[in-house]
């Protein structure tokens, strides 16, 4: 039987990154595909993120991030949700070298600036499919 609740998904603006118009097109993109979304806002830190994350009950952490200060946060935040299920994808300015470090870690997916927005609700769409046919889903 499926699961009658809607994907929710998280977006957070971590670090000192003050530009959020990206992040908030997206948050509506997803929105318009059906699922639910929490924005956390602008700097927050991975650990406001991951307390979010757990306390939300969402299905997949998004992080946007353009400052240059991906690799760190993308680490500590995957760190924090060890264990926890929860995919974590980033979007932003992600440098393509950067992107094996970012896999390696345990980044799931990267979209960088200018992905389009079918791309990244396939993505979670197919992500949460898959995670909810597992025998330890949620």
Same mark, same amino acid.
């Given at each position: 039987?499926?699961?009658?609740r809607?994907? /929710?998904?998280?977006?957070?603006?971590?670090?000192?990154?003050?530009?959020?118009?990206?992040?908030?097109?997206?948050? %509506?993109?997803?929105?318009?595909? $059906?699922?639910?979304?929490?924005?956390?806002?602008?700097?927050?830190?991975?650990?406001?993120?991951? *307390?979010?994350?757990?306390?939300?009950? @969402?299905?997949? @952490? $998004?992080?946007?991030?353009?400052s240059?200060?991906?690799?760190?946060?993308?680490r500590?935040?995957?760190? /924090?949700?060890? #264990?926890?299920?929860?995919?974590?994808?980033? #979007? $932003?300015?992600?440098p393509? %070298?950067?992107?094996a470090?970012? *896999?390696?870690? #345990?980044?799931?997916?990267?979209?960088?600036?200018?992905a389009?927005?079918?791309?990244?609700?396939?993505?979670? *769409?197919?992500?949460? *499919?898959?995670?909810?046919?597992?025998p330890?889903? /949620?």
């Amino acid at each position: 039987m499926a699961d009658p609740r809607p994907v /929710r998904v998280l977006v957070a603006k971590p670090g000192l990154d003050g530009h959020d118009k990206g992040a908030k097109v997206v948050v %509506q993109a997803l929105r318009d595909a $059906g699922m639910e979304v929490v924005y956390t806002g602008l700097h927050r830190t991975p650990a406001e993120i991951a *307390r979010a994350a757990i306390d939300e009950d @969402v299905d997949v @952490v $998004g992080l946007s991030i353009l400052s240059g200060a991906h690799l760190p946060i993308c680490r500590d935040v995957v760190a /924090r949700l060890a #264990g926890s299920g929860k995919p974590v994808i980033v #979007g $932003g300015v992600i440098p393509v %070298q950067d992107e094996a470090a970012l *896999r390696e870690c #345990g980044i799931e997916r990267v979209f960088r600036m200018g992905a389009p927005f079918e791309e990244i609700v396939e993505w979670i *769409r197919r992500r949460c *499919r898959a995670s909810s046919s597992s025998p330890v889903s /949620r």
